[in-house]
């Protein structure tokens, strides 16, 4: 059974910084392209970024973020720098076959964690 299980979110001012884990289980984790995605309130699911061969960023949060992954850990990590308002919303792992190719659309990702919210006050 695949698990994604994501940490790391909670309040921070804006200009601070977070950083999101994403513990992987069940699954070869080196096989998969693993991304992150965004839901804020009343609005649709937005790719943030992603690592496959290389990283990947959204353009609401290029210059602004840094993915990467731990594959002894079997762990994705996502670090915000320069937080904003806007970037309030729940954040989501997600997990696609490596060999499938890169994609910035939700639907094209198999496994999915719960999410953790990320909220920035102005």
């Known amino acids: 059974q695949v698990q994604l299980v994501e940490s790391g979110g909670g309040l921070v001012q804006a200009g601070g910084s977070l950083r999101l884990s994403c513990a992987a289980s069940g699954l070869t984790f080196s096989d998969y392209t693993m991304a992150w995605f965004r839901q804020a309130p009343g609005k649709e699911r937005e790719f943030v970024s992603a690592l496959r061969w290389r990283a990947y960023y959204g353009d609401s949060v290029k210059g602004r973020s840094t993915i990467s992954r731990d594959n002894a850990k079997n762990t994705v990590y996502l670090e915000m720098n320069s937080l904003k308002p806007e970037d309030t919303a729940v954040y989501y792992c997600?997990?696609?076959?490596?060999?499938?190719?890169?994609?910035?659309?939700?639907?094209?990702?198999?496994?999915w964690g719960q999410g953790t919210q990320v909220t920035v006050s102005s």
């Open positions: 997600a997990a696609r076959p490596r060999w499938q190719g890169f994609s910035y659309r939700e639907y094209d990702y198999t496994y």
